[in-house]
Structures are given as structure tokens and as C-alpha cells.
């Protein structure tokens, strides 16, 4: 935890040495809710009923929506990203000859960068607020679990993306496909509900699907972890299957960069 | 006898007990290939990077691996670094085999990554130091002890708290050879660690890493160079690998002599081809140039003198005695291309 957190530090140091651009990036974000506040107002009548039982209002829908979306990309995104750019610097030939355990070194590289997206959805969400979105703030610390299992359900597509980049020098289509059936068929703009026929079905297979039905409940109606136990605890088992099967291919493509000589080759 | 024009430095003890024990090291790597070749159904090509390689280092050794870009140097110092498993053979650092014990291999060698850019430029030198201290385990107070010892190793305690993008290559590359030192490893790869400095600079790292990394540590040292002179300079021992086999393994004094250190160049005047051939002819001289004289009728021969500088004597006194002047008589240093092509020729006749 240490060494993953001193990992973090360094790229937050890095990060923040930009100054200007650290504090524009977050002006820009409170600045991007305003056309979110309007044109969700435009709607609130047409999307009033469709998104009853996950929260009243629709600016809110959508800003809880849009929240967790980038916590998703950030997390699918930040380790890849973060390991190709230790490659072609030489850090990771560095840090793979220290006596740091993988997972240390792949929560590291990630983590500041998915800490910064839920730090931003935070600031996400109080500028809404601000703007007058129904948020159960008392229900803040209920929704943390969830957020925390979001990150933990997509966290395998990030380590499988890796173990492509570690093997093969390449992304592969996983992360894209991934974020563009969450931004449209996870219930970010609308629920998925309202999908029409067998393409709703693909939603099923989407974590952010779950999440989203879990966390607007607590987040904007004020419901507690209970009630939203079903979604939960798929969550939680897609979460344990498929971060093992990650762990497993990652290590066979450690195996398989060794072999062929990809390991911190740059 | 160190090497003609080499930087005299004091000699660190050498252990009888190997640090690294090398035997029958092979390793491939695949081709790539297009398309048509992957669905030929041909089997996939390899490229030998490594081939039999097999020899000792011993604890407090500084040990050179010379050979030109391509030869295998890299590959040998990742498999060392455990970043590349080899295809047979064994790699054992103190002790522990590299494909079976890696973590303890890792707890015991450093590589010193010579690029610049594998620094966080963005941190300052104190904050790359701290960042590698908590990956190697250090922590607290031992930790900042050992980033102050060694940042004053370094000569950089001035410049710590300045970001690393503003730091000159010298500089850097003592950051990094900092950065490996911070967990005491017993074993130190070094790859061209030179390869981005001046002549100056150079030489000055050069002692640096000598007397202060592995004199004053007590580090063992594989160096990777392409640059047969620094080999020479630094090195007890050196070993050559060309196109992925080690062709030559010797004491730097013996392989220096053996392969170059005979080689000189005599400025004379008139160019007596007489004087030449009874000296080649008695064995005085071998594999003589003689270049075409220059405007004030000097003409520079170069040729292996048989005993070095004994033979050079023999020499100079058999020119003055047919009353030929003799202006200058010097060594001539090797290049790698050289130094090679004899190794080669003398690994061929064996």
C-alpha cells in the first residue's frame, strides 16, 4: 500500500507542477454543468416519468450519470495509459527492477488517476448542487460502496487492456467497446429501461448498468444500501469473476513479455 | 600493467566467490512477420540474440561487456534484471537463478536505466529519490538518511530540490545511478552509461562510477560499452560478445596487450622501406602501414612492435643506427572495429 501510494504522490506532484492547467481543468468542469442544467431542463418533462424510482429530477439523473461515466473511463483508461507511458519512458524498466509487487504497481500507476476522476465528480456534484439538483447529500457516505464497486467492476477490462499492452503493444478494441456500450446502453442520458427490444438485453452484460441503478436510489432519493441489494451483489459477483480472470491473463502476458523480449521495450 | 594512457585508479578488492554465474545463456526472440507469413503456416522465424554464453563474475569485480550495438549486451544485462527469460542455459546472481528466484535476484542486482527520460522530469531529484526509496521498502528516517548519503555521493544535494527536466545529462545520470544505489544492491548493470555525455563529462563519470559507486559501495559492476577504451579504463576484466557469443574473456591488462597494446605509430623521415623490412623480417614488426610521407617528408608508420614498448626501443634505435630521424613514437589506441576484428581473427585460429 506503501509503494502504491508513493506512486500515486508522484503523479499527482507531476500533475500539479502544471499549474495552470491543474486549476483550468477543474474551472472548465464546473463551467460544463451549466448547458447540462439547461438542456436537462428543456427535458424534464419528457424524461419525468421514464426515470421514476431513480431520483425525481433529471438535471440530477443525468449529472450522477455523467459522473460515473468518467470514473468508469478513468478507470479503464488510467492503467493502460499509465503503462504505456512508463514503457516508452524507461519508468516501468525502473520500478519493474525494484522489489514492488504487481498489484502495488498497477494500483500506483492507476490509482491517481481514478482518484482525480472521483474528486472531480465530487466537484461535479456540488456544482450541481449549487444549481439546484435534488441530491441526499446524507446519503453521500451510502453511495462511497457503490462508486468503490464501479471502480472494482471495471477494473478488470483496465488490467486486461494492460496485459494487451504489456503482450502486444496495443490497446485492442476492449476499452472502446467497453466505454461505448456503457455511454450508451448503461443508463447514463436515460434508463435502461426505456432501450428498445434485444439491444436492452446488452445492458444487462454492462457493470455500469448496475451501478447506476444502485447508486441513483441512494444518491437522489435518499434509499438505503438495502434496498438496492440486488444490484449490489451483482456488482460484487461479476466484480470477483472477472477480476480473477483479469489477474490470470495479466500474469500469462507478464509471462508471455518476458519470453519474446516486449518487457520494457521502448 | 594498466593499459597505455589509461586513468590510473585504485583497485578494489576482488572477491574469489562469483557474484554472477553465467552457463550456456541462449535466447531468441521471434521475428516479425506480415500477414502472408502468418498464414503460410510456416513456422516463425527467430532472431539469436544470445548463444551459449557462459562466464564468471566475481564479488567486487569490474567487469566490461564490450561488443558493437546488436552484439547482445542488452539483452544479457535484461535477462540479468530479470525483465527477459531465458530460452536455456541459467543466470544465477549471488546464488539465485533468475528465472526461479527472480525477487531475490531483484533484491540483490540493480540496473542503472542510462535513458534520462525513464526520470520523472515533472519531480525534482528529492522526489524521484523518495519515490524509488518507498519502492525499494525504504521508509521514515531510514529512508531519508540514505537519500542524503547518497544525493551527497552524487554531488547533487544543491540541486535536489529542482526539477529534473532542468538538470544537465551529467547530472542526471548520477541521479540515476543514485536512484539504483538506494537499496544497497550488491550487483550493479550498467548499459552505456555514457552514451549521452561529452568527452569531459564522460571521463569524469567514469572515475565517478570507479571510486565512488564501486570502490566506496562495494558494488560489483557489469558494464556495457561499445567504446573499447572506457572497457579498458574502468574494467578488471573484460569480456567481448559478438553477434550474441562472448569470443573473448581476459584480464583488461592481458586483453589490452594481447589484442592491442602492441599497436603503435613512428612519425620518420625518409620512409627507409629497407629499415622496414629487416625490422618485419626479425619479427620487430607486424602488420605495418606506412603512410605516404607528408609535406616536410615525415611519414607515419603504423604496425604491432613485438614486446610493446620494448620492441618500440628496438625499433627507434635500429632507425637512428641507418641514420633515419625518428620524430614521434606513440601508441595508437584501438577502436572497437579494430579490437574486434582481431578477437575475431584470433578466436578463428584457435
Not at chain 1, 11 to 37: D, E, H, Q, R, T
Not at chain 1, 209 to 224: F, M
Not at chain 2, 124 to 139: D, P, V
Not at chain 2, 272 to 298: F, H, N
Request: aromatic share 8%; proline share 4%.
Amino acid at each position: 500500500m506503501h509503494k502504491a501510494w508513493a506512486l500515486i504522490r508522484s503523479n499527482w506532484l507531476a500533475a500539479s507542477s502544471y499549474k495552470l492547467s491543474f486549476m483550468f481543468s477543474f474551472g472548465s468542469l464546473i463551467l460544463s454543468v451549466v448547458p447540462i442544467f439547461f438542456i436537462s431542463g428543456a427535458l424534464q418533462k419528457t424524461m419525468a416519468d421514464v426515470i421514476k424510482g431513480q431520483g425525481d429530477q433529471y438535471f440530477a439523473f443525468l449529472v450522477v450519470g455523467l459522473i460515473a461515466l468518467n470514473v468508469v473511463s478513468s478507470t479503464v483508461n488510467a492503467l493502460p495509459s499509465g503503462l504505456q507511458t512508463a514503457t516508452s519512458t524507461g519508468t516501468l524498466e525502473a520500478m519493474l527492477a525494484t522489489p514492488t509487487s504487481l498489484s502495488a504497481l498497477l494500483a500506483g500507476l492507476s490509482g491517481y488517476e481514478v482518484l482525480l476522476s472521483l474528486l472531480r465528480g465530487f466537484v461535479m456534484l456540488v456544482a450541481a448542487g449549487l444549481l439546484g439538483a435534488h441530491v441526499a447529500w446524507l446519503r453521500l457516505g451510502a453511495s462511497i460502496p457503490i462508486i468503490a464497486l464501479v471502480v472494482l467492476a471495471h477494473l478488470p477490462i483496465a488490467i486486461l487492456t494492460a496485459a494487451m499492452v504489456l503482450a502486444f503493444r496495443t490497446r485492442g478494441p476492449l476499452p472502446q467497446i467497453v466505454m461505448l456500450a456503457s455511454t450508451f446502453l448503461g443508463g447514463v442520458y436515460y434508463p435502461t429501461t426505456v432501450i428498445p427490444g434485444w439491444i436492452e438485453s446488452i445492458s444487462a452484460f454492462l457493470p455500469l448498468t448496475y451501478g447506476l441503478k444502485a447508486l441513483r436510489p441512494v444518491l437522489l432519493e435518499g434509499r438505503s444500501l438495502t434496498a438496492v441489494w440486488r444490484d449490489v451483489s451483482i456488482l460484487l459477483a461479476f466484480t470477483a469473476v472477472t477480476l480473477a480472470a483479469s489477474v490470470v491473463a495479466f500474469r500469462a502476458a507478464l509471462g508471455y513479455a518476458r519470453r519474446v523480449g516486449n518487457l520494457a521495450q521502448y | 600493467m594498466a593499459p597505455t594512457g589509461a586513468t590510473a585508479y585504485v583497485t578494489p578488492a576482488v572477491s574469489s566467490s562469483p557474484a554472477v554465474v553465467l552457463r550456456g545463456l541462449t535466447k531468441s526472440f521471434p521475428k516479425q512477420r506480415g500477414w502472408r507469413a502468418m498464414f503460410s503456416g510456416k513456422a516463425r522465424e527467430s532472431v539469436r540474440a544470445l548463444t551459449d554464453v557462459s562466464c564468471e563474475v566475481r564479488a567486487g569485480e569490474f567487469f566490461g561487456l564490450l561488443g558493437e550495438n546488436g552484439a547482445g549486451k542488452t539483452t544479457l544485462f535484461k535477462i540479468l534484471a530479470t525483465l527477459v527469460t531465458p530460452d536455456s542455459g541459467s543466470a544465477v546472481v549471488g546464488g539465485h537463478d533468475v528465472s526461479k528466484e527472480p525477487s531475490h535476484v531483484r533484491e540483490l542486482l540493480a540496473p542503472v536505466i542510462a535513458d534520462e527520460r525513464s526520470l520523472h522530469w515533472r519531480l525534482s531529484g528529492l522526489e524521484n529519490m523518495r519515490l524509488f526509496a518507498a519502492l525499494h521498502g525504504l521508509r521514515g528516517a531510514q529512508a531519508t538518511r540514505r537519500i542524503e548519503e547518497l544525493l551527497a555521493l552524487v554531488n547533487l544535494v544543491e540541486a535536489a530540490d529542482r526539477l529534473v527536466s532542468g538538470y544537465s545529462s551529467g547530472m542526471k545520470q548520477r541521479l540515476l545511478v543514485a536512484r539504483t544505489l538506494l537499496a544497497r544492491p550488491s550487483v550493479l548493470l550498467l548499459d552505456e552509461p555514457t552514451r549521452s555525455l561529452d568527452p569531459i563529462s564522460a571521463r569524469s563519470f567514469r572515475q565517478f562510477l570507479r571510486e565512488d559507486v564501486a570502490l566506496a559501495q562495494g558494488c560489483t559492476v557489469l558494464l556495457a560499452t561499445h567504446n573499447a577504451e572506457e572497457a579498458f579504463e574502468l574494467c578488471d576484466r573484460v569480456g567481448v560478445l559478438h553477434r550474441g557469443r562472448l569470443v573473448a574473456t581476459g584480464a583488461t591488462p592481458e586483453l589490452a596487450r594481447e589484442v592491442g597494446e602492441d599497436r603503435f605509430a613512428i612519425w620518420i623521415r625518409p620512409a627507409d622501406q629497407a629499415a622496414i623490412d629487416t625490422l618485419a623480417a626479425r619479427g620487430v614488426m607486424r602488420e605495418v602501414k606506412v603512410a605516404e610521407p607528408d609535406a616536410e617528408g615525415w611519414s607515419r608508420i603504423e604496425c604491432d612492435l613485438r614486446g610493446g614498448l620494448d620492441g618500440a626501443a628496438e625499433a627507434i634505435a635500429f632507425f637512428s643506427l641507418r641514420g633515419v630521424s625518428v620524430a614521434r613514437c606513440e601508441p595508437v589506441k584501438l577502436s572497437l572495429a579494430d579490437l574486434l576484428e582481431r578477437v575475431l581473427a584470433r578466436h578463428a585460429n584457435a
